[in-house]
């Protein structure tokens, strides 16, 4: 009786405070569903700090392309995370950053924070920036690139954080699409002991672009740091010079607070729309209610400010709930593969948030690397990006976290702005199924969808992930095309938001991703389009047709794979693979560089001409060194318009 009853209590207490009265998740869950618009306008009440109050919750319809929360409120999302918080935790840490070489770490507190965003607003307005419009960021994760998140937040402007591994071909590509006139880098930045210069690929990708008036640039390395062009500006220079008041722009809730880019699985990369008070309401929440997230608790999240993972639980999520937020620049293996677990010990981190292909990197060494650190601050790790498979989940749990550290294993996405699917509330009391996200989210309503676009009933069931309302964390659009929004997400099955994932509903109604249904892969927890390599390979002059697939890898997860046909009269030479990886890596990114590339005369198509990604994909994955081997795995081939062809493919790939 005992023991139940102070499960309860920790299960009452993890749960959201607002609704304790009602019971536990199952209670609360239905209620957040049942009365959705309650729901959220009391969180949105007791969680943020509002300018003008709002009167209506939601007006929303997937059908129609809107979403709409908090309409006619208004807030400032710097506010909410650093103001409010100065009057009880000026003093405290806002941001630990730890930076690659071990013990050389910055504390800033939320008043030099505070102090140091109103500074970098400042700057921002002196060069001409206002509210609405875009400015890049190409920064690693550090404080100034935070404080450059926030400057623009404070001010109304739209930030697009480009990833700094994005080449300069990706990065000019952003900057064109979203019309940014400013762009903020560092110098540079280290990774596991080497300098990685961004200056110069920021230079490269403006280069003759007229749109860009100023390259804010901030300093990592001083001696490195080179001021080469006319537009250039010292950012230490014009944020010491420049005057610490500034007043926040109220903005209207359904403003954007900022664009991120991402990979689907046709096109460009597409600028997701995020808003401001619905997206830091869902940040909040969900790094509350997930992570058990309380004021002053040091939070480790390792994800880079590039990625949505940054900007919602290092950036938005632990600021709005007066927690530290640990900025980690170096890399899990630097100086060994103890690094993470040093860091929780020598911060105290209460929570700690990664990607499984980190895990796999780190649980192949000895666990002397763990148990030489104390980890007992922690009370939650997470992991995020792609599915988790039981030997990381069991490792985290027993290892890194001595059999007590309840593991979130949290299934969400750039779209829709925080954690989606994962076990709630995370703590002792709940039950866990390893490598399964589990359970919604409050206000969140999985529903799986056939072929035919019906709902799946039931239970034991797979289907396409779906999810049936809108809730305040959602993107509102794609930059410059709604359309396009509305035709990825919303209209291909009527009235849900569509994930692009399949899942699978168990025999007690939980969640398990099984992976995306589309062309997307994931690479080291890294979202890309394999139509995007694809279009990058044929940019090349001799080669005329590409397919690229992603094929399982043990650490990475997944890796793009290649089949590329030559131009008529092109000889096939050794340099051809080695271009193309060299051009892979310059347009898109290192990380999108295909594992090999095989050339072939011919891809396995359909006869209406749509190549069987499947049978490359078995092809590409498979060790058989013989084709009767494998034949028998491939299906029927025969309807193939040239069925030959893959006999060949095996072929080329087993001589690769
Ligand atoms: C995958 C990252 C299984 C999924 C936050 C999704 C996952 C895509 C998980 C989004 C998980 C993310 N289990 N799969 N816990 N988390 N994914 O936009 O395929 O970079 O659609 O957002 O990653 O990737 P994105």
């Known amino acids: 009786m005992r023991g139940r009853l102070q499960q309860l209590l920790r299960r009452t207490k993890r749960n959201l405070a607002e609704f304790k009265e009602l019971g536990g998740y199952s209670e609360i869950y239905k209620y957040s569903i049942e009365k959705n618009d309650e729901f959220w306008e009391k969180l949105a009440r007791s969680r943020l700090l509002w300018e003008k109050d709002f009167t209506e919750v939601s007006d929303s319809s997937f059908k129609d392309g809107r979403i709409s929360w908090f309409a006619d409120g208004q807030l400032n999302v710097f506010d909410n995370c650093v103001t409010r918080h100065l009057a009880d935790r000026g003093d405290q840490a806002a941001l630990i950053y730890e930076k690659d070489e071990p013990g050389n770490e910055e504390i800033v507190t939320y008043a030099q924070l505070h102090s140091l965003v109103n500074r970098f607003a400042n700057v921002l307005k002196s060069k001409g920036v206002k509210k609405g419009d875009r400015v890049a960021i190409y920064y690693p994760v550090s404080p100034l690139g935070v404080a450059a998140m926030l400057a623009c937040a404070k001010i109304g402007a739209i930030h697009s954080v480009v990833f700094a591994g994005f080449s300069a071909d990706a990065l000019?590509?952003?900057?064109?699409?979203?019309?940014?006139?400013?762009?903020?880098?560092?110098?540079?930045?280290?990774?596991?002991?080497?300098?990685?210069n961004l200056k110069s690929v920021v230079d490269e990708a403006i280069e003759n672009l007229d749109l860009v008036e100023t390259v804010l640039v901030g300093t990592r390395n001083a001696e490195a740091k080179k001021l080469t062009t006319e537009k250039d500006v010292d950012l230490d220079l014009a944020l010491a010079a420049a005057p610490e008041n500034c007043l926040s722009e109220p903005m209207n809730a359904e403003d954007p607070l900022f664009l991120l880019?991402?990979?689907?699985?046709?096109?460009?990369?597409?600028?997701?729309?995020?808003?401001?008070?619905?997206?830091?309401?869902?940040?909040?929440?969900t790094t509350s209610a997930v992570f058990d997230c309380e004021p002053g608790d040091r939070f480790g999240c390792v994800a880079d400010i590039g990625w949505i993972t940054g900007h919602t639980y290092t950036v938005y999520g632990p600021l709005a709930n007066g927690a530290t937020s640990l900025l980690f620049e170096s890399i899990p293996s630097y100086p060994d593969p103890g690094r993470y677990w040093a860091t929780v010990d020598k911060h105290k981190l209460t929570q700690f948030y990664g990607a499984p292909t980190a895990y796999r990197s780190l649980l192949r060494h000895g666990d002397e690397f763990i148990e030489k650190y104390d980890r007992s601050s922690l009370k939650r790790i997470g992991s995020v990006g792609e599915p988790i498979n039981t030997e990381a989940w069991e490792w985290l749990h027993h290892k890194v976290g001595s059999s007590k550290v309840p593991i979130a294993d949290t299934w969400w996405q750039t779209e829709t702005g925080g954690n989606m699917i994962t076990?709630?509330?995370?703590?002792?009391?709940?039950?866990?199924?390893?490598?399964?996200?589990?359970?919604?989210?409050?206000?969140?309503?999985?529903?799986?969808?056939?072929?035919?676009?019906?709902?799946?009933?039931?239970?034991s069931v797979d289907g396409a992930l779906c999810i049936a309302k809108p809730w305040p964390g959602i993107a509102r659009t794609i930059h410059g095309d709604h359309e396009r929004f509305r035709n990825v997400y919303l209209n291909v099955f009527d009235d849900v938001y569509t994930t692009g994932d399949g899942a699978h509903r168990d025999q007690d109604g939980e969640y398990t991703i099984t992976g995306r249904m589309d062309d997307v892969i994931n690479v080291s927890g890294h979202r890309l389009g394999t139509a995007e390599i694809e279009d990058c390979l044929t940019q090349l002059d001799f080669i005329s047709e590409a397919a690229v697939i992603g094929i399982p890898e043990a650490t990475k997860g997944e890796v793009p794979y290649a089949f590329v046909i030559l131009k008529e009269g092109v000889e096939e030479n050794s340099e051809?693979?080695?271009?193309?990886?060299?051009?892979v890596a310059k347009v898109i990114a290192k990380f999108a560089v295909p594992k090999d590339t095989i050339i072939v005369?011919?891809?396995?198509?359909?006869?209406?001409?749509?190549?069987?990604?499947?049978?490359?994909?078995k092809l590409a994955s498979s060790e058989a060194k013989d084709f009767a081997q494998i034949a028998p795995e491939l299906g029927d081939i025969s309807t193939l318009a040239e069925p030959?062809?893959?006999?060949?493919?095996?072929?080329?790939?087993?001589?690769?």
């Not at 590509?173 to 596991?192: E, K, N, P």
């Not at 051809?576 to 051009?583: D, R, S, T």
């Not at 030959?644 to 001589?655: G, N, P, R, T």
């Open 423 to 459: 076990p709630v509330p995370c703590d002792a009391g709940a039950s866990f199924k390893p490598g399964s996200a589990q359970r919604p989210f409050y206000g969140i309503e999985p529903v799986l969808k056939n072929a035919d676009g019906n709902t799946v009933q039931g239970n």
């Open 644 to 656: 030959e062809v893959v006999e060949e493919i095996f072929l080329k790939k087993c001589q690769s």
């Open 261 to 285: 880019y991402t990979s689907g699985s046709t096109g460009k990369p597409k600028g997701l729309v995020h808003s401001q008070a619905g997206y830091l309401l869902y940040a909040a929440v």
């Open 601 to 617: 005369s011919g891809l396995p198509k359909t006869r209406s001409g749509k190549i069987m990604r499947r049978i490359l994909r």
């Open 576 to 583: 051809h693979k080695l271009l193309a990886n060299k051009h």
């Open 172 to 196: 000019r590509q952003r900057i064109i699409d979203a019309d940014c006139r400013v762009v903020i880098c560092a110098d540079g930045t280290y990774r596991g002991g080497r300098y990685i």
